[in-house]
T-cell receptor
Framework: QKEVEQDPGPLSVPEGAIVSLNCTYS??????FMWYRQYSRKGPELLMY????GNKEDGRFTAQVDKSSKYISLFIRDSQPSDSATYLC??????????FGAGTRLTVKP | DTEVTQTPKHLVMGMTNKKSLKCEQH?????MYWYKQKAKKPPELMFV???????INESVPSRFSPECPNSSLLNLHLHALQPEDSALYLC???????????????FGSGTRLTVV
């Protein structure tokens, strides 16, 4: 079993849709949870960062962490074509050994 | 300055060559990382430097040799690589490890390495 599981997609949605991305993990000791966006041929860009459980909102993005279920989610509201990218979940024990999920390739169609 | 700068952006090297990848940040971050990313795959952790000391080596072959000359610089020395080592090599930095902050890692744009 992989430490971090993420459906690679691809996922295609119309502009304006709500996008739901999620990851599951096996190591209950993970404490730091992140979502990154990666455009083609670029490095990952941090979108959301959460320590331990709970929700966090930033503009059109909402991150949720459910440690009891070992499940994290990223919601994108009012999706735009510019949101088309690969979204990577990542998590770590003590913020210095981050492990990535496989990444979900998202396309938002105009 | 909120960036991680990696040079070169592209590198083609032969299997007998020696080359180095460079990474620089001026955000005062005390942890720096090397990741390797193959096409359509997630980044894989290679090395972690914490306060300029190597703290994690993910069983990377010795043909990859990291170096952290100071708190702002991170190098990856390459020697006798194989074609399967061709990948995007990403450098990242973060606040001191284990420190709880509302930050994640800041990544550079990477060096796209091709071994011929």
């Amino acid at each position: 079993q992989k430490e971090v599981e993420q459906d690679p997609g691809p996922l295609s949605v119309p502009e304006g849709a709500i996008v739901s991305l999620n990851c599951t993990y096996s190591n209950s000791a993970f404490q730091y949870f992140m979502w990154y966006r990666q455009y083609s041929r670029k490095g990952p860009e941090l979108l959301m960062y959460t320590y331990s459980s709970g929700n966090k909102e930033d503009g059109r993005f909402t991150a949720q962490v459910d440690k009891s279920s070992k499940y994290i989610s990223l919601f994108i509201r009012d999706s735009q074509p510019s949101d088309s990218a690969t979204y990577l979940c990542a998590m770590s024990l003590n913020n210095n050994d981050m492990r990535f999920g496989a990444g979900t390739r998202l396309t938002v169609k105009p | 300055d909120t960036e991680v700068t990696q040079t070169p952006k592209h590198l083609v090297m032969g299997m007998t060559n020696k080359k180095s990848l460079k990474c620089e940040q001026h955000m005062g971050h005390r942890a720096m990382y090397w990741y390797k990313q193959k096409a359509k795959k997630p980044p894989e952790l290679m090395f972690v430097y914490s306060y300029e000391k190597l703290s994690i080596n993910e069983s990377v072959p010795s043909r990859f040799s990291p170096e952290c000359p100071n708190s702002s610089l991170l190098n990856l020395h390459l020697h006798a690589l194989q074609p399967e080592d061709s990948a995007l090599y990403l450098c990242a930095s973060s606040q001191a490890p284990g420190l709880r902050r509302d930050y994640g890692y800041t990544f550079g744009s990477g060096t796209r390495l091709t071994v011929v």
